[in-house]
């Protein structure tokens, strides 16, 4: 599958982004979706998983309560809605797919997904 990540900007602290995830050749529906993110200098990090379904979701504690993954089957396309959004925020976003392999899901590393899009860049101005 591959993945087109987009809707990064730059924001005011405070305010909010939807980023966009469109897949394209495979079956969007048996794919686990990520999104990470990696600032300069930094190693990239987990920042919410949904399942399959969209019936179960993990956010990493660093942005639980201000961002929601969803996800649109018919559409083949993963979202990350980030409110709040504060200048540690500020990285570029990368979506990430697997195989799902039930309906549970966790976080997982970035070893565990085979599949990633290009990126974007989400800067935060304090």
């Known amino acids: 599958v591959q993945l087109q990540a987009s809707g990064g900007g730059l924001v005011q602290a405070g305010g909010s982004l939807r980023l966009s995830c469109a897949a394209s050749g495979g079956a969007f529906s048996s794919y686990v979706l990520a999104w990470f993110r990696q600032a300069p200098g930094k190693d990239r990090e987990f920042v919410a998983v949904i399942n399959w379904s969209g019936g179960r979701t993990v956010y990493s504690d660093s942005v639980k309560g201000r961002f929601t993954v969803s996800r649109d089957n018919a559409a083949n396309t993963v979202y990350l809605q980030m409110n709040s959004l504060k200048p540690e925020d500020t990285a570029v976003y990368y979506c990430?797919?697997?195989?799902?392999?039930?309906?549970?899901?966790?976080?997982?590393?970035?070893?565990?997904?085979?599949?990633w899009g290009q990126g974007t860049l989400v800067t935060v101005s304090s």
């Open positions: 990430a797919a697997r195989a799902s392999q039930g309906y549970l899901v966790s976080a997982g590393t970035v070893y565990d997904y085979n599949h």
